[in-house]
């Protein structure tokens, strides 16, 4: 008997009616979501599923039980969409590393935030010239073209503009020299000394935010 | 006033910061753990490659993207010791190739199990 079965089955019990159900799948279907609205299933997610999802998809039925009208499905897309969009951050990842990307890209996600990845300096460069970001993280070391040179090359294209590009300096381990590079490169260390500690609207240590 | 000693940097893997750096997020110390697995031996493959080769600029480059992930991976004695490398293929001293490596090697020896054990104690 398959999830959807049991869900009908389910509905056809008088005692059963007021159980709030959600169905979890490994792989979705076309016509899935539409099966369970039908079905008055509340949630529809996607396995693997991250805590923080599966936290905000069970109170959210909840704390709707008394709400009346059609509530409608939560799926990974609605929780997502449904942030206020002044709290969704675009970031620009310039970074080679596979760890780091992987680690940076989850802690943006988790809070929200939508994030495109660059693998060096010169592919950042490309991505700022065909949209918009809110925020840049930059490594500083990468190959073809490194965090100091796009930079650089970013500050050079806004002179004469009002446009300021955010950039933030990312390392997970900062070699000697680094911080007094990015000085000396022109930018202005706003905040420093961040090691150990989690910002709750940027999510890296060891960084310097440039000017 | 006696200060207290940060012994942390002298572990082969320094859980605290790194499931702090995670957010303490098992799933995703899972991933890194995975990712860096899979990762790490093609990385030294590449790095005992370059030293029996002598080529000092895949060394610099490989050497700092290992470097790198071991410092995410909040493996500081490994990040160094992948630093020297780096720091020998960016023109430093030919002599000590062999002994980096081998230094690189031992530390990744015992940090694997360190990493593997982490997941079982976060009951991954």
Redesign the interface.
Known sequence: MDGFTLVERIRQKPELTAATIMMLTSAGHRGDAVRCQELGVAAYLLKPIRQSELREAIARPLGAAEEKGTIPLITRFSLQDDRHPADVLRVLLAEDNLVNKRLVTRLLEKRGHRVVISGNGYEALLALEKETFDLVFMDLQMPEMDGFEATAAIRQKEKGTKIHQEVIALTAHAMTGDRERCLAGGWTVISANLYGQWNSTIFCRNMWTVG | MVEAIDHSAELPLNIGELL????N????LR??VQ??KE?CPRLMKSLRDAVSKEQMKTLE?TG??L???L???SA?RA?LAA?RLQEIGRGGKHSQLKEALAALESEIAVLIPELDACLVDAGL
């Open positions: 702090s750096r995670v957010d997020d098992q799933e995703l991933e890194l990712l860096f990762e480059t700092h993207t470097k790198g992930m410092a995410s991976m500081t990040a630093s």
